[in-house]
């Protein structure tokens, strides 16, 4: 089975506080994501790596950046929370296209709910 | 543009009933894949089913069953004899093509899910 590990459920952080969201996953996966889902927005894209060291912007970057310094591992930062960046944090991979198949499904994490005070 | 429309935002049934949760999507794309996915209280987004564009043919696995028509741009999901255990939130979601050359810049748009509440 496919698991997608997040360092922390809960998260209580203070504004001005630079925080790091840590993200596993062990099946050899060269995708992964980084969204937040907050009510009424749905989920949003906030970055994608899909090989290590290299990183694409989704829909929401602003006060994020990430890293991909293993293959397994993607880091999403906060360089300096804010109130608006209290939301639910969720980390998901995938594999490459590969074998007739685009797009393969993303397995998700079970999220880090961050709350910035 | 792209986008995934699930216009029943909650839906309550009593347990056993039969319930179908809605999915329109939008793409010029000719190639795209579709997904389900699940969203249990406790959180975590669990995958259901992937279906591409050139697949037509209808799914099912136990209880569940999919219905795709490209005709109609529609992915719909059916519930058969709903069980309590069946409480989510179900998102329907679209991938956009691959837009990096280099590799895969890959994107799901989903939809703002619909919120089940199968009562006992």
């Known amino acids: 089975d496919v698991k997608v590990t997040q360092s922390s459920r809960y998260l209580v952080k203070r504004t001005g506080e630079k925080v790091f969201l840590e993200c596993v996953q062990d099946m050899d996966h060269e995708n992964m994501f980084w969204y937040r889902q907050d009510p009424g927005l749905g989920l949003r894209l906030i970055y994608f790596s899909y090989d290590v060291k290299m990183k694409e912007k989704g829909d929401i970057p602003e006060g994020y950046s990430v890293s991909r310094e293993k293959k397994e591992r993607f880091s999403l930062i906060l360089e300096s929370a804010s109130t608006n960046q209290t939301s639910m944090y969720l980390c998901?991979?995938?594999?490459?296209?590969?074998?007739?198949?685009?797009?393969?499904?993303?397995?998700f994490g079970p999220g880090t709910r961050l709350t910035v005070t | 543009a792209q986008k995934v429309t699930q216009a029943q935002t909650e839906i309550s049934v009593v347990e056993k009933e039969d319930v179908t949760l809605d999915c329109v999507y939008e793409t010029r794309d000719t190639t795209y894949y579709l997904f389900w996915y699940k969203q249990p209280p406790s959180g975590e987004l669990v995958f259901l089913i992937r279906?591409?564009?050139?697949?037509?043919q209808n799914e099912i696995s136990g209880r569940y069953s999919w219905n795709f028509q490209k005709s109609t741009s529609s992915f719909n999901f059916t519930i058969t004899a709903s069980q309590v255990v069946d409480s989510a939130v179900y998102f329907c979601a679209l991938i956009l093509k691959r837009v990096n050359l280099q590799g895969g810049s890959e994107k799901l748009v989903f939809g703002k899910g619909t919120k089940l509440t199968v009562n006992p």
């Open positions: 279906r591409n564009s050139f697949d037509e």
């Open positions: 998901a991979s995938s594999l490459f296209g590969r074998a007739g198949i685009l797009f393969y499904e993303q397995y």
